[in-house]
């Protein structure tokens, strides 16, 4: 298997170390007993990228993840793993104001 550190978990889906801590915090994200990630976890903040972008926050998908009323199995299929090098800044500014400002959809 091969697995990333947190630090090529950021990097690679364009969040930042804190935000990356927000996520695991939330249980949107979770590390292996190693303490490292999986390849898919890249495709898994995507989609909360686009979810925060459509108004969803980060905290409302932990509550339906939680309750198991939703998965995240399907999202390496939407969205393929971005090339190496390719960090969104523009994500990283909606996860941040997302998480800053705890907003949620009407």
Do not use: K
């Amino acid at each position: 298997m091969d697995e990333l550190s947190g630090e090529e978990l950021a990097d690679r889906s364009g969040v930042t170390a804190q935000q990356l801590r927000r996520l695991v915090e939330l249980g949107i994200i979770t590390p292996t007993p190693q303490g490292r990630y999986r390849r898919s976890d890249i495709q898994r903040i995507r989609v909360v990228d686009a979810l925060a972008e459509a108004g969803f926050a980060p905290e409302q998908l932990s509550e339906l993840l939680t309750a198991g009323a939703y998965n995240l199995d399907w999202a390496s299929v939407l969205f393929p793993e971005p090339a190496p090098g390719r960090a969104g800044s523009a994500r990283c500014a909606r996860l941040s104001a997302a998480a800053a400002t705890g907003s949620t959809a009407s």
